[in-house]
């Protein structure tokens, strides 16, 4: 077990990305909240289908009452790039219908999350593809993520605005 985010950023490191999640959960309560929040921001793109997560990590983690921004989870970088936000931010999501449309994921990069949904057409049909405009507020998002070339934005509350594709259906039935 470990007690320090050094310490567990070093386990994380060595062992396989599909442990990542299971290995924080673990020390959940076993180390000081924000040496957990600084170890999940410094391994948070290790963490292989987050959405599956985030009830975890919204609800029951250190997470889930820390102030907005977390700051233990980024660097001194993404701190200036999420001061650098404006106060309504606009945020897009590629994901798969009925699969992982509410995520916790959005990108500041329209193109990056077209990407995602280039990927998923391995996968999935074209009627399938949901690109997600969001806006959120400054203060509601968790964190900024700049590992990746992503700008990722971490955040549990937004607003969908539109699905680009035309393929979301907004919780309606088919």
């Known amino acids: ?44 793109s290790m963490i292989e289908n987050i959405t599956d997560h985030a009830d975890f990590l919204i609800d029951d983690s250190p997470l889930a009452d820390a102030e907005r921004p977390v700051h233990a989870m980024m660097t001194d970088d993404e701190i200036d790039a999420w001061s650098r936000l404006p106060n309504i931010v606009d945020l897009y999501r590629g994901c798969l219908k009925g ?6 994921c959005y990108s500041l990069d329209r193109n990056v999350a077209e990407g995602f949904c280039r990927r998923a057409l391995c996968r999935s049909d074209e009627s399938d593809l949901v690109l ?13 993520k700049l590992c990746r070339s ?23 039935d088919e």
């Open 99 to 104: 699969i992982n449309e509410y995520g916790i």
């Open 132 to 144: 997600l405009h969001c806006q959120a507020q400054k203060n509601d998002i968790i964190a900024v």
């Open 1 to 44: 077990m470990c007690y320090s985010a050094d310490e567990l950023i070093e386990t994380l490191f060595r062992l396989p990305r599909h442990k990542t999640m299971q290995i924080l959960k673990d020390h959940v309560g076993r180390m000081a909240d924000d040496e957990w929040l600084r170890a999940l921001g410094a391994r948070w």
């Open 150 to 172: 992503e700008q990722e934005i971490i955040v549990d509350k937004c607003m969908i605005i539109d699905d680009l594709f035309g393929n979301f259906n907004y919780g309606m």
